[in-house]
């Protein structure tokens, strides 16, 4: 979260703007893959969200601790469902 957002709402917005940093940022989030779309619209939805956090508070601040926040929360949930590896055996 902290990387992604140095670059997408740091230089990046601030250059090409915050719709088209937003773009970029759920561009590489899905990889074009047709069952990665869902994350790629999410990821659009956090951008935008993200930057606005950067728009409104000035700040790249707020919106690192956002998308650390969602970053964590994503995490728990993969762990959570994720199928468990077999144990190799001995």
Known sequence: GLCEEMLF???LQATVSWPVAALLFAAVHGGGERRLWPWSA???VAGVLFGALVAVYDALSPAIV???TVNAINMQRLRR???VAPRPRR
């Open 66 to 68: 956002a998308h650390m």
């Open 42 to 44: 999410f990821a659009l």
């Open 9 to 11: 709402r740091g230089p």
């Open 81 to 83: 469902y994720a199928p």
